[in-house]
Structure formats: C-alpha cells, structure tokens
C-alpha cells in the first residue's frame, strides 16, 4: 500500500510531445494510481521540435529538482535537444536533490552526464508521452517499472538461443547507441571499467549499428566490459546493395571482432514492450543455450510502506 503519493515531475528535455493529449492521459493515470504529478511542460510553448527554449527546458529540469514533493523526474519523450543543455545543467544539484532521473533515448545523454559529473544513478525506463500517456499502455512496462522502483533487486530475463554462456558481474551501464558514440571524448562520458554495457536504436541500418560499436571498441571503450547485451535495433530498411549484410551477418562479424561476449534478445528499446535498467547498478548476468538472467542490485529504489 502507499502511505503517502509519489511525487512526479514531467519536464520536456528534448522534443516536443506529438500528441499534447498524451500528455493529459499520463497525468490522469499517474494521479489515478495515487501520484502527485508536477507537469512542467506547456505545449503551447514548444519552440521548433523542442519541448520549450534552451532556457525553458533547462528552468523545467530546475523547477523539478527544487520541489520537495518530487521523487521522480520524468522526461516526458525522446527526439533531440539534451545535447544542447549538458553544459548548463546542474548535476551536483540533482545528484543532491536523491531524485531519480527516468527516461530513454535522448534522455541517454542525462544519464551518462549525471554518472561522469557525480557517480549519481538514474533509470533508463518509460517517459511520459509514449508509454504512460499512450492510448494503450503496455502493461508489462509499467509494471516492470514499478516492480523495479520497488528494490531492491530486480530481474530481467530473456528466453533467447545463440548466446555465449557467461557468468559475470558488472557495473549496468548504456542506453541509445548514437548518443553514447555522441558523447564520446567529453567530459559527459563516464568511464566505467568491468561493465555490462547495454545498447539499443531505432532506424539504424546494421552498417551504422557495426560502425558505432566498433567506434567505442577503437576508442578503448569496450575492452574494459565484460560483455556487450544488444537490446531492440528495429524500423531499419535492407537495399539490394546490402547483398547479405543483414543483422545477423553483423552480429556475426562482431562476435568475430570485439573483445568481449555479445549477447541480444534484452527487451529494451523504442518498441511499447520494455524492461527499466538503473543506470549503474550492479548485475550479475548468466547466460547459457536457453536465454540469460540479469540480475540487478545496489541501485536507489522508492520504498512505501
């Protein structure tokens, strides 16, 4: 039972929402489940496809991070626009704040900034306008959100063949992939040795997903995890001139090439059905003919009694 409402902040980051209706629907569900919710995000201030100027969005992620009555910072979607932000924001100010930061995608870049700045972790999970907001929300990934929030373990299984076997712990680390490779060489990238480094895209030929892995395995990147998991790489278009080069010729090449295992089948990614990460919690991650087990611990949860 919930003893006193969860406090929730909705700021727009990035883009806009495409649909301000969604917006109404997450609010009427959240308060429906309890939540107080704070929603920062006007539409009728939307400049181009962000969610507000530079300097509105930055005073959307000010105004969450002060309000007492706040828990959790929800970024309400993806798009483009963090990058824009990351010298302005303040990250010893929300690692101070104890709030956690939730959201996926663009929403990458805030969790790798608040890592390399603080050591603070955040969650990559659902956002406001596409998952609690949507006309049908996907009940397993609210759920898992929840069930996750709650600690203070959480565990993710995927029943997947092809998989080396491994039994290894790490630090649980990633998110979109063209943010991390965008973030590389700044001080917003963290480093992180002996991890379980996570990735995931949307509408990224296999070329430019091999490309962009093998960007971080020159960089130095992945030779310090212990393995690589590939979580959902959808809406993508093979050509005649791909002539066989298709995820799996890509997969192939990169279990061939990289310095460490290479799993897939993680249900993360910008599809409705998806598991919440904490963005730097321990796992302990076994994997054998029939699928893999990830269990996460160590990571800030939200207890009610």
């Known amino acids: 039972m919930i003893s006193s409402p969860i406090g929730i902040a909705i700021v727009a980051p990035s883009g806009c929402a495409p649909d301000p209706c969604a917006v109404e629907r997450a609010v009427a569900r959240l308060e429906g489940q309890g939540c107080l919710v704070r929603n920062h995000y006007d539409h009728s201030c939307i400049h181009q496809r962000f969610g507000g100027s530079d300097a509105a969005r930055l005073a959307q992620l000010d105004a969450a991070i002060s309000d007492p009555d706040v828990q959790l910072i929800v970024a309400l979607r993806g798009g483009y626009g963090i990058t824009r932000l990351l010298p302005q924001i303040d990250f010893e100010a929300i690692a101070a704040s104890g709030k956690m930061l939730v959201g996926f995608s663009d929403v990458t870049a805030l969790h790798m900034g608040l890592m390399a700045k603080t050591g603070a972790l955040s969650y990559a999970g659902p956002m406001i306008a596409g998952d609690f907001g949507a006309l049908e929300p996907d009940a397993f990934t609210l759920d898992d959100f929840w069930h996750c929030l709650a600690g203070p373990r ?152």
């Not at 290894?168 to 990633?174: A, C, D, F, Q």
């Not at 991390?180 to 700044?186: A, D, E, N, P, Y």
């Open 154 to 305: 959480h565990e993710i299984m995927a029943t997947v063949s092809g998989n080396p076997p491994v039994d290894l712990n790490g630090t649980v680390w990633g998110g979109n992939l063209a943010m991390l490779v965008s973030l590389l060489g700044t001080p917003y990238f963290p480093r992180i040795d002996g991890g379980i480094l996570f990735v995931e895209d949307i509408a990224e030929h296999p070329f430019r997903v091999e490309r962009m892995l093998l960007q971080l395995h020159q960089a130095g990147v992945l030779e310090r995890q212990r393995a690589l998991v590939l979580g959902d790489f959808s809406n993508y278009r093979l050509g005649p001139q791909d002539n066989g080069y298709d995820f799996d010729a890509m997969l192939a090449y990169l279990r061939a090439t990289l310095p460490l295992p290479v799993l897939t089948g993680l249900a993360f990614g910008h599809g409705p059905r998806r598991v919440t990460i904490p963005f730097g919690a321990q796992g302990h991650l076994v994997s054998d003919d029939a699928g893999f087990s990830l269990i996460l611990s160590d990571y800030p949860t939200l207890r009610q009694g």
